[in-house]
């Protein structure tokens, strides 16, 4: 018979000094350093700094997206960083931090063009650094997921309203640079909603596409692909996307109305493509035809190709009456003019990674709006932008491999977390972690690698 071995009583006390309980996030902390969005915030927001304040509004901001990389949903998360100054420095109080953000709410427009600007010139230095591993740096398109998201509010704040999920709360819309298979992705834009706008509503979609592109460097903003759902289907939209000039590529997905329908039912067999798979290999059971020259299209924009993708349902789906044969269809429009449709309905069918960059979103800071005010949450949301960026350059500068396209939980458990103790001598300060933490050598070596990229002078 087995014995359990009794484990001795731990005692616990608090009367230690020089303990870092996060020093993972000196990863966050030089990627602020290195990217230049600690200086790039301190110059914008300067205008709301007053008279004999001892803290910058700039870094009060990052300290609040810091938090939330690190995990935190609300204002006084702060808290987590104050408590350590030998790592974050000097953090600003609770009542300090919630001035500033009545302040910047105040003056809403400008504030938030201040960190828009702040955020672009940051993510153009970025890029020059990452290098190839920047997006377009291989002179690919720069896919833009736009989106729509519901966020349920818990308590009656300005401009929550019934969603059309049947819920309370927020619609923002959002859109997301794709780093591709190989990483994650960064918000681009923001933009808080009442809960009751709509999901195709082509001017919420025209201004963040406006707002995305302004984010790019300006040499890459001839290089972008806009990707929505269904709900960026529509006239305005897509003749805007393709005015004169703009030169914006567009894999957008249509409704499937009843001359769609018609066409489909009129295709024969020979028409249809087997479709690929997520890793680009054909996927039984899924194909894809083109029915362009099957409808009239007189009053859509020049060069729209539709395109359709067919397959069986997974096991378990309930069957539509629009779905004929026993077939799942759905559809999208492109104006690229070359390539195999299995390729561009797989590029297409990507556009769903925006769902992963919603998630993290929600896991930095988007779940819960936590201030009444609709132009306080407004500022959030940028707040929530940053913390996302924060820790997608991070990422793209300083990981490889699989851990590249971590999400902010699992970042959280294995790098920002580990405990560290701080070491004077030497004239140094040596931020040390423990030798048998499994991913030591992995947050050494990405610590090192930002330490040693030039900072914007």
């Keep these: 018979m087995k014995t359990i071995a009794s484990r001795p009583k731990i005692v616990m006390s608090a ?56 995990g935190g949903d609300c204002l ?58 920047a997006p377009g740096t291989d002179g690919h398109l720069i896919p833009i997921d736009l989106d729509a998201t519901i966020v349920i509010a818990h308590s009656d704040k300005e401009n929550a309203t ?35 706008a709509g999901s195709n509503t082509a001017a919420d979609h025209i201004t963040a596409t406006v ?17 929505t759902d269904s709900g960026g289907g529509t006239h305005e939209f897509l003749t805007w996307l393709t005015r004169p000039g703009r030169r914006l590529k567009y894999s957008i997905g249509f409704t499937i109305t009843d001359d769609i329908g018609e066409a489909i039912l009129r295709l024969p067999a020979t028409a249809w493509t087997p479709a690929y798979d997520a890793d680009g290999h054909m996927r039984p ?40 044969d026993g077939h799942r269809f759905t559809c999208f429009v492109t104006n690229t003019r070359g390539g195999q449709l299995p390729e561009l309905e797989l590029r297409h069918r990507r556009r769903a990674r925006a769902e992963d960059r919603i998630r993290t979103a929600k896991d930095t800071g988007l779940r819960n709006l936590p201030l009444h005010d609709f132009t306080q949450n407004q500022i959030w949301c940028e707040i929530v932008a940053l913390a996302c960026e924060l820790i997608s350059w991070m990422q793209m500068l300083a990981l490889n491999g699989p851990a590249r ?41 990405a610590v090192t690698r930002l330490q040693a990229l030039p900072a914007p002078s």
């Design 15 to 70: 009367d230690t000094s020089g303990l870092i309980s996060q020093s993972g996030a000196l990863l966050l902390l030089e990627t602020l350093h290195v990217t230049g969005l600690n200086h790039a915030l301190s110059e914008h927001l300067q205008r709301w700094r007053p008279a004999r304040a001892i803290h910058d509004p700039g870094k009060i901001v990052a300290d609040l997206a810091v938090s939330l990389a690190l």
């Design 162 to 196: 019934p969603t059309w999920k049947k819920t309370f709360g927020f619609h923002p819309m959002t859109a997301f640079a794709d780093h591709g298979t190989n990483g994650t992705g960064e918000p681009l834009a923001l933009i808080l909603r009442p809960g009751n």
């Design 76 to 133: 006084a998360d702060i808290a987590t960083l104050r408590s350590q100054p030998e790592l974050f420095g000097t953090i600003a109080s609770d009542p300090t931090v919630s001035r500033l953000i009545d302040r910047l709410a105040a003056d809403t427009t400008k504030a938030l063009k201040a960190i828009r600007r702040a955020r672009a010139i940051a993510r153009e230095h970025a890029w020059t650094l990452a290098g190839p591993a």
């Design 405 to 445: 396209r971590w999400e902010p939980k699992r970042l959280r458990l294995r790098l920002f977390s580990v405990a560290g103790r701080l070491v004077r001598g030497g004239r140094r300060l040596r931020l040390r972690i423990a030798a048998r933490w499994p991913w030591a050598p992995q947050i050494i070596t």
């Design 211 to 227: 707002l995305a592109l302004a984010q790019l460097p300006r040499a890459r903003r001839r290089q972008v692909l806009i990707r």
């Design 285 to 324: 059971g899924a194909w894809v035809a083109e029915i362009t020259g099957m409808l009239n299209l007189a009053s859509w924009p020049s060069g729209m190709r539709v395109i359709v993708r067919k397959e069986r349902p997974h096991p378990g789906a309930r069957p539509r009456f629009t779905d004929p």
